[in-house]
């Protein structure tokens, strides 16, 4: 199946009628994409991976000389049983290895060229989907579209092209259907991996892989996707490869070359209907009444290694290493060196760069805000049951501070309450964690796959959040407010409220940065627990700030606290201004500035706008740092795994 056109060189003349990106264009309306399409031949030589083990070796072998190539309009199908490597190849040509991988080995050539696949250049379905939860088909469809598109294309058409996408995945009679997830039920498995699909397939790219599409779907249902694949891969020329589970007799015909793996030896690389002569040829002819797929995968299958499958005398690893070895040797080994060879001979076209071609920075903002508002509208965890709780808390202090009065006593009393206030309630904000996390595994995916960029993420996300910062800050710091009985003067609410919304700002920021740091939730949780667990401590209630020890606490801990500021601003906006009578009722009052300077250490050389202003930008500085940790940790991590490669390399 498929178009299958030999090509002396490398990249045929474009097709007239698509972009860059496959995304059908009409020249005359879009001038500034007149631009020759290009087309991608992928080839890979020698994949190696191998990952750290426990045992005495010190290396586990995942892949081993892994060779294959894909070319425009084609479609590699990787099998193999579970566990063989299926999705580590994928993720090896994606160049998305894991963390722990401890040497790849090998090339990955795009048109002869060492390319960057990531941030754009193509698009990768992984075996684990990553999608808003909380969005239905339609949105998560539409917003995706919205962000891939070209930015001159009306967003009209942009629509029209998500709604056939889904038609042809499907997926309309769910379209209004939620995603679902965490406990809430929406979605099919196999509807959500056909969602996956549709989102990669939008923008028709260069180069498609896709893990599993077919995983979960009944046979029926794996032949259309599969035909629509196929009809979008020949349509737009595309070079698709995909990992595929057990294919049906027929989705197995859709195959133009196939790749079979087994304990991560290759047993087979060649044009898919010459399989069945390679095996016939080593003693494993494939009996009339089964399916071919069906006959490999029970030939080369460990897992349940069973005598019955390959004859008494005959273990599957004997099997595997013989048609490995077979393999190598033979003529067919050999012509697909020589096809790679002939397609890298002369370096081919550079693919170009999704960036051009997608929406806006502000049009990215736009549609990242509102898709966030949404999500945080509807995830129950994020914002709402927070405010839940600060209004409870609120009435607690409320009840508890009720009506505090002037008195001797209620100097300490204001001051443990305004701690309260200050300190405890960032505290809690540890709670929307989970929710940030899977927003944030969403964004790692798309990020990965080019759709748009950090800058965007963090400034909507800024965004997104800020009406529910200031519900949660103005109307449990209301309640709380009014029935303790603090100064009554809208002014001085006004700054008790802003102290609060700039608190819940920081805090945000602060969790993002942990989840972008930090690899699983409890680590991230117990992490962001400790640092505001450290900051409170170092604000100067527990010890004053005249007796901190320097060592730490006084430098840098107390200039670093945000919760030094916050407690600073609203002590001197609650007690500026009040007088106090002293103990035993004499006749001398105690002035609120005294309690201040004398009891409590505090600065008065500055207004307590200055320290609302310093936690402003402390604010901003996190989101700042958020921003650059994610683009170093982008920049750094290939570095990293490179060098961890040819460190085990020279070993
Ligand atoms: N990052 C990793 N660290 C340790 N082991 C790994 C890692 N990635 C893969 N493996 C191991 O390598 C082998 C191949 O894994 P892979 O996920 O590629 O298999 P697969 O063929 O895609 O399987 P399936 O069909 O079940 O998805 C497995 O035994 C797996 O446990
Ligand atoms: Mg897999």
């Not at 993720?91 to 790849?104: F, K, V």
Request: hydrophobic content about 40%; aromatic content about 12%; overall charge neutral.
């Amino acid at each position: 199946m498929g178009s299958f056109r030999h090509n002396n060189g490398i990249c045929p003349e474009p097709e007239p009628d698509t972009g860059g990106w496959g995304v059908q264009i009409d020249e005359s309306e879009f001038p500034v994409m007149k631009k020759k399409p290009s087309r991608a031949y992928l080839t890979w030589e020698d994949i190696g991976v191998s990952v750290s083990s426990s045992n005495s070796v010190g290396k586990e072998e995942i892949l081993t000389g892994v060779t294959g190539y894909a070319k425009p309009g084609e479609i590699v199908a990787i099998m193999g049983p579970s566990g063989c490597g299926k999705s580590t190849l994928l993720d090896s040509l994606a160049g998305r290895s894991a963390s722990n991988i401890r040497c790849s080995t090998g090339r990955v050539l795009i048109n002869g060229r060492q390319q960057r696949l990531t941030h754009g250049t193509m698009a990768y379905m992984a075996q684990e989907q990553n999608l808003t939860w909380t969005l239905t088909v339609k949105e998560t469809v539409y917003y995706s579209a919205e962000l891939q598109l070209p930015k001159l294309m009306p967003k009209s058409e942009k629509r029209q092209r998500a709604d056939r996408t889904i038609r042809e995945m499907g997926l309309q009679d769910c379209v209004n259907t939620r995603i679902g997830g965490w406990g809430n039920k929406g979605l099919s498995g196999g509807q959500r991996r056909r969602l996956s699909i549709c989102l990669e397939l939008l923008t028709h790219p260069k180069i498609l892989l896709l893990d599993e599409p077919t995983s979960g779907l009944d046979s029926a249902a794996s032949y259309y996707v599969m035909k629509q694949i196929v009809k979008l891969t020949h349509e737009y020329q595309m070079t698709v490869v995909v990992a595929i589970h057990q294919p049906s007799s027929q989705v197995f015909g859709f195959f133009d070359s196939l790749c079979l793996l087994s304990l991560g030896k290759e047993i087979y690389f060649g044009h898919t209907f010459a399989a069945n002569q390679f095996f016939a040829v080593h003693g494993f002819p494939c009996p009339d009444q089964q399916s071919p797929a069906d006959h490999y995968l029970m030939t080369i299958n460990t897992d349940f290694n069973d005598q019955d499958t390959v004859g008494e005398n005959n273990p599957v690893e004997q099997v595997i290493d013989k048609l490995a070895e077979s393999y190598k040797s033979s003529d067919i080994y050999k012509n697909v060196r020589c096809e790679i060879a002939t397609l890298c001979r002369s370096e081919g076209d550079v693919i170009e760069r999704k960036g051009s071609l997608q929406a806006n920075f502000f049009t990215q903002c736009l549609v990242l805000s509102e898709r966030s508002f949404i999500n945080m509208y509807r995830d129950l965890g994020y914002y709402w049951l927070r405010l839940g709780i600060y209004i409870g808390l609120g009435l607690a202090l409320g009840s508890l501070f009720y009506q505090i009065g002037s008195g001797y006593d209620s100097i300490g009393a204001r001051i443990s309450m305004i701690m309260f206030i200050a300190a405890f309630l960032t505290l809690l904000a540890i709670g929307g964690f989970p929710s940030f996390v899977e927003e944030m595994k969403v964004f790692h995916w798309e990020r990965l796959n080019g759709h748009y960029g950090v800058g965007a993420y963090v400034i909507s996300h800024a965004i997104s959040s800020t009406p529910y910062l200031i519900a949660i800050s103005v109307i449990p710091g209301a309640i709380a407010y009014w029935l303790i009985g603090l100064q009554q003067d809208p002014s001085l609410f006004i700054y008790f409220v802003l102290v609060v919304f700039v608190s819940m700002l920081w805090v945000e920021c602060l969790m993002m940065l942990v989840a972008a740091i930090v690899p699983t939730l409890l680590m991230g949780i117990i992490s962001g627990a400790g640092i505001i667990g450290l900051m409170i401590l170092g604000a100067g209630f527990f010890r004053l700030p005249n007796d901190l020890p320097y060592f730490f606490w006084k430098y840098p801990m107390y200039y670093i606290s945000i919760h030094r500021y916050a407690l600073q601003g609203l002590y001197k906006n609650e007690f500026k201004g009040l007088k106090f009578p002293e103990y035993l009722g004499g006749p001398v009052t105690i002035d609120g500035e005294m309690v201040l300077s004398s009891a409590l250490h505090i600065e008065m050389g500055h207004s307590k706008w200055i320290d609302l202003g310093i936690m402003f930008a402390m604010a901003v500085a996190y989101r700042i740092m958020l921003f650059c940790t994610i683009k170093a940790i982008e920049r750094v991590r290939p570095i990293i795994k490179a060098s961890m490669s040819c460190s085990t390399l020279r070993s």
